[in-house]
């Protein structure tokens, strides 16, 4: 069974790492039901959970990122490489996951959390020098892009509350096989692997004109 293991809620604190003077990296888990619905479009630092927001509108927020997850697994598996605790939301994931393949979601897959709410894969996420200084690791974006398990950024389907202990159940996987971690992959490090994108007809128009552009 895939959990929600915990809900994240950023904490703004100061950015020394961007000429953006703010960040909402710091999230910390709640308790109690958090309200979820989308955010609308990005510029205007909403995030799909209440009382969350980005402060880098031009890089971060909107529809296609309203909601972030990692798995409890793969924090677990870079905490005995980093050899430090990893607490969840530490790498300002909204939602933290256990049982769920989160890189190896399918674009366009739909995931029902608790009663209410269904949220769909959209993209990877894709580090910044934000995540570089919160980390404190020395060559932490390469590192963390070696290993091409970023995470998942998904859009809001049906709005409601959600909370810790919310059972997540995948309701709909497209009939393709472009995976988040293979999106990273094709993105960073293997750009052969762009031409296969197109086939995830739910890729963000961003990740779409990133591929049109590098194709010509």
Not at 201 to 210: F, N, P, R, S, Y
Request: glycine content about 12%.
């Amino acid at each position: 069974m895939a959990l929600l293991l915990s809900v994240n809620i950023g904490r703004p604190r100061s950015n020394p790492w961007k000429r953006v003077g703010t960040t909402g990296i710091d999230k910390r888990p709640v308790e109690g039901p958090v309200a979820v619905s989308a955010p609308g479009p990005k510029g205007t630092g909403a995030v799909g959970l209440a009382g969350d927001r980005v402060h880098d509108v031009k890089h971060h927020g909107g529809d296609d990122q309203a909601v972030y997850a990692y798995a409890r697994e793969d924090l677990d598996a870079w905490a005995a490489e980093l050899g430090r605790d990893l607490p969840d939301g530490v790498f300002g994931e909204n939602l933290t996951t256990s049982g769920l393949d989160v890189n190896g979601a399918l674009i366009g897959e739909r995931w029902r959390v608790g009663a209410q709410v269904v949220l769909e894969v959209a993209d990877p996420r894709i580090p910044c020098g934000t995540f570089q200084g919160w980390m404190e690791e020395t060559g932490w974006i390469k590192r963390f892009t070696r290993r091409a398990v970023p995470g998942a950024y998904l859009r809001v389907i049906e709005p409601g509350d959600i909370q810790a202990g919310d059972e997540i159940t995948v309701t709909g996987r497209p009939n393709h096989d472009v995976t988040v971690s293979l999106v990273f992959r094709a993105l960073t490090l293997e750009p052969e692997l762009l031409p296969r994108l197109p086939a995830a007809d739910a890729l963000t128009e961003e990740v779409k004109q990133i591929v049109r552009k590098r194709a010509t």
